[in-house]
């Protein structure tokens, strides 16, 4: 099944502690992004990617790193540094950035504790 | 101003009934534009793009007018599970797609 993956589904956290959040897709598509939804709020964004060894940062980048060594993935670390990191954490894909629709994984909800 | 702005509803509307709702966006050059649906604690998926010609898919009809940025989309004949969060989706630039926060509708028996 082609998709995209995200895991895992709900993650704890501790003040002070770096998380990862994994995503990976088969669609080969080219253009992966971060995006980060709070109750009753759009979805923001925090990183993006158009190919493989190249991101940018989005509107909310602060306090948070990406790294895109493989077409396939686009994992998103959740520093320390992200004071109100408590979010619903949504990857998703394009074939052709912004021109496209986006494809969403199921989403990470990530609890600071 | 916001890049995309809904208006958050709820529309509350008994099954049967027409809803219809708008998003206004902000970048007159954007040229791709989307409705979403989300449904409580899940991701958004696409539900259509549209169209400067407007386009229908079974019981949704989506408008798009760009004189006035702004897009719409229209539920007719409406059933239960019609109840989600419908997103506005705007493209800023190549990259970038801007989501509105969302309409919430809700549909009643």
């Known amino acids: 099944d082609g998709g995209i993956t995200q895991s895992p589904k709900y993650l704890f956290r501790k003040e002070g502690q770096n998380v990862t959040l994994s995503c990976e897709q088969n669609?080969?598509?080219?253009?992966m992004y971060w995006y980060r939804q709070d109750p009753g709020q759009g979805l923001r964004l925090i990183y993006y990617?158009?190919?493989?060894?190249?991101?940018q940062k989005g509107d909310i980048a602060e306090g948070y790193s990406v790294s895109r060594e493989k077409k396939e993935s686009f994992p998103l670390t959740v520093t320390s540094a992200q004071k109100n990191p408590t979010a619903f954490y949504l990857c998703?894909?394009?074939?052709?950035?912004?021109?496209?629709?986006?494809?969403f994984g199921q989403g990470t909800r990530l609890t600071v504790v | 101003r916001k890049e995309v702005e809904q208006d958050p509803g709820p529309f509350n509307v008994p099954e049967g009934a027409t809803v219809a709702f708008n998003c206004t966006y902000s970048?007159?050059?954007?040229?791709?534009f989307f409705w979403y649906r989300q449904d409580c604690r899940k991701e958004p998926k696409l539900l259509m793009s549209?169209?400067?010609s407007g386009n229908e898919d079974g019981r949704f009809t989506a408008q798009l007018n760009r004189a006035s940025q702004y897009i719409s989309l229209l539920i007719r004949d409406s059933k239960l599970s019609d109840s989600a969060t419908y997103l506005c989706?705007?493209?800023?630039?190549?990259?970038?797609?801007?989501f509105g926060a969302g309409t919430t509708v809700t549909v009643r028996a």
């Open positions: 998703a894909s394009s074939p052709a950035g912004g021109y496209t629709e986006a494809f």
């Open positions: 669609l080969n598509h080219d253009a």
């Open positions: 990617s158009q190919i493989v060894n190249d991101f």
């Open positions: 970048n007159s050059a954007s040229q791709s």
């Open positions: 549209v169209y400067s």
């Open positions: 989706v705007v493209n800023q630039r190549d990259y970038k797609l801007s």
